[in-house]
């Protein structure tokens, strides 16, 4: 039986240099369990290994790690793709372990994201995320995420093949 959310002593904090080894496992994990391990996604990118850095180092960025307690349980984020225009940022790196799935603490992350990207001025977001990861898309339709027909931006990401965008 799932934990919910309100069972959990969840903590969702900005990422700190001691979540990027944890970080890193949580999105190899994932992409390898739905069988989406493959050339050009995040499975390959060395920065996935690097969170920290690259978040703290790029203005207009940010990087949530939801915990309960010490144990990290995944994370999600907002970064200023190259291409996208100065309005719309990209909502990144969103993987929880298998047992935080299915207790919220999925669709707590993805709004904290959105309401921060909102409040430094961003006006819509856009995600690149793959079919293997259907009930990942599931939460993107049910927060108004709707389809594009091809990629935008510079994501590196040529491994992915759903392309979604939303306004805030």
């Known amino acids: 039986m799932l934990t919910r959310l ?3 002593d969840i903590n969702i904090r900005p990422i700190a240099h001691e979540h990027n080894n944890a970080l890193a496992t949580i999105i190899r994990a994932a992409l390898e369990e739905f069988g989406a391990n493959k050339p ?13 850095e690259l978040f703290s180092g790029t203005p207009q960025s940010f990087y ?3 915990q309960d307690g010490d144990t990290v349980l995944g994370g999600a984020g907002i970064f200023p793709t190259e ?9 990144v790196k969103m993987y929880l372990t298998p047992t935080a799935r299915g ?7 993805i709004a904290t994201c959105l309401d921060e990207a909102k409040k430094i001025g961003f006006t819509k977001v856009y995600l690149e995320t793959m079919p293997e990861l259907k009930k990942a898309v599931s939460v993107y339709e049910k927060f108004g995420f709707t389809y594009l027909d ?3 931006g510079n994501t590196g990401h ?3 093949d759903i392309w979604m965008l939303k306004n805030i």
């Not at 050009?40 to 920290?52: A, C, I, N, Q, R």
């Not at 291409?83 to 909502?91: A, H, K, Y």
């Not at 207790?103 to 992350?109: H, M, V």
């Open 64 to 66: 949530f790690v939801a």
């Open 83 to 91: 291409g996208l225009g100065e309005t719309t940022c990209e909502l």
């Open 158 to 160: 040529n491994g992915c």
């Open 103 to 109: 207790t919220g603490l999925g669709k707590q992350l």
């Open 40 to 52: 050009g996604t995040v499975y390959f990118d060395d920065s996935t290994d690097h969170l920290y």
């Open 6 to 8: 309100l069972e959990m």
């Open 150 to 152: 091809a990629p935008m």
